[in-house]
Structures are given as C-alpha cells and as structure tokens.
Nanobody
Framework: QVQVVESGGGLVQPGDSLRLSCATS????????VAWFRQAPGKEREFVAH???????YYANSVKGRFIMSRDTAFNTFYLQMNSLKVEDTAIYYC????????????????????WGQGTQVTVSS
C-alpha cells in the first residue's frame, strides 16, 4: 500500500519562504507522477506542480518562478520549495501519487492521482 505524508507547513509572512516535504513509501512504479495540489478556504482544490520520473517539473502559472519542486535520488521524498510567498498562497497543500504512468496532459488533473496525503496547512499572513 502506498503511503503519502506531507510535512513542513506553517505560518509565515508575505515574502517569506517555506519548504514542504512529501514522503512516499510503497511505490512500485517510480515513473508515476507525484504532484502538489492546494485548496484554499472556500475554493476548489487546484494543481500546483508535478514531477514524473526524470522529467523536469511542471508548474501552474500562479506559482511559476516562485515555487520549485524537487525530489531525492531514490524517488521517495519530494519537496516543494515555496519562495516569495503571497497571502493568496494560503491553503492546505496536498501531495498526490499516480500509481501508473498517466499521459502528460492529464497530470494536472486531480482524478489522475491514486494516493493522497492528509495535507499540510500553509498560512501566509502579516
């Protein structure tokens, strides 16, 4: 069974940085994408970034240039370095794992992902 555990959330001020971690275990397919999504209060969950295998990360326009997704060499732990944080980045951030190698065009969609973490709260406030 695949397990996904996020950590690293917290309360920061606008302009600060924060790094989230996503620890995965039980994955049998390292080529399956891992993604970050977020859900702000009163809003639907939205795509943030994904990585698949050795491909470069792909980002939502809202975070491009500010967030950096990376992983360890064992493809077990994934990170989301969040820089220049804004109030509108406030949300619960979720890590999700695709059990198969879904086509690239579908990797921004929630229903692509088979396993989800419990989420970690990020609050950006002055």
């Amino acid at each position: 069974q695949v397990q996904v555990v996020e950590s690293g959330g917290g309360l920061v001020q606008p302009g600060d940085s924060l790094r989230l971690s996503c620890a995965t275990s039980g994955r049998t397919n390292r080529d399956g994408a891992v993604a970050w999504f977020r859900q702000a209060p009163g809003k639907e969950r939205e795509f943030v970034a994904h990585m698949r295998g050795r491909d470069n990360p792909y980002y939502a326009n809202s975070v491009k240039g500010r967030f950096i997704m990376s992983r360890d060499t064992a493809f077990n732990t994934f990170y989301l370095q969040m820089n220049s944080l804004k109030v509108e980045d406030t949300a619960i951030y979720y890590c999700a794992v695709d059990a198969s190698r879904t086509v690239w065009s579908a990797l921004t969609q929630e229903n692509t992902y088979d396993y989800w973490g419990q989420g970690t709260q990020v609050t950006v406030s002055s």
